[in-house]
Each structure stands twice: as structure tokens, then as C-alpha cells.
């Protein structure tokens, strides 16, 4: 099991992960949703059994985080040896366009709020 190094950032305010505050604050996912992707980006390739373990959660729940996560497009599985499957992240590249998307997004909505708000 190979760290990324991609969260090796320190924490933000608080203690929090500045990444986990990100997800929180961009992605509208649950906590026990942004708990899993981050296992899964500093972990990749665990399957459903290994997360459930790590995250100390029963494996049911964990399936139903995993497609969460897979329909909203944050996660990639691949089927390997004896149908096991295996998650992680979208390639650092596509998370970040994702990311600055969404940062964008977010951005020109808010502009949008303050300038109905206060004509």
C-alpha cells in the first residue's frame, strides 16, 4: 500500500485536512463520503473489504459510499484477480480540472448572489 504524496499539504484551520474542507465545502458530500475519498486518494487500490476495515464501518455502508461516489464521478473501480474490486481516485489532472471547475462555478454563483443581494 503506496501513500500519495498529493495530501502531504499539512492541515488547515484547526487541525481540519484543507483538502477534506475543500470536498466539504465544494462537493456537497456527507462526512463518512469525504472520510472514504480521502482513504481512497492516500490509499488507492483498496477494495470494498480493506476500506471498510480502515474506516471501521461494515461493508454494506461502505458499498453504498463507493457507488455514491462513483455516480457523482470522484472514483474509478477496476475489476481485477477473481472479480475483486478495487477503487481510486480519478488521475490527479481530471480531479483538478474537476476541482477548479467547480471552484469557477462556485465563484461566479456567489458574484451572482452578492450583486442580486446589493444592486
Avoid at 18 to 42: A, M, N, W
Avoid at 77 to 90: A, F, K, P
Avoid at 92 to 114: F, G, S, W, Y
Wanted: charged letters at 35%; a positive charge; one cysteine or more.
Amino acid at each position: 500500500m503506496q501513500k500519495n504524496k498529493f495530501l502531504d499539504i499539512g492541515a488547515g484551520n484547526n487541525g481540519v485536512d484543507p483538502v477534506e474542507q475543500l470536498f466539504d465545502c465544494l462537493l456537497g458530500l456527507t462526512k463518512p463520503e469525504i472520510s472514504v475519498l480521502l482513504r481512497i486518494l492516500k490509499y488507492p487500490d483498496e477494495c470494498c473489504q480493506e476500506l471498510a476495515r480502515a474506516e471501521g464501518k461494515d461493508r454494506s455502508v461502505i458499498q453504498k459510499i463507493l457507488k455514491c461516489l462513483f455516480d457523482k464521478g470522484w472514483i474509478e473501480r477496476e475489476e481485477g484477480e477473481r472479480g475483486r474490486l478495487t477503487y481510486r481516485t480519478l488521475p490527479a489532472h481530471r480531479m483538478r480540472e474537476m476541482l477548479l471547475r467547480r471552484i469557477e462555478e462556485t465563484r461566479l454563483h456567489m458574484i451572482d448572489v452578492v450583486n442580486r443581494a446589493f444592486p
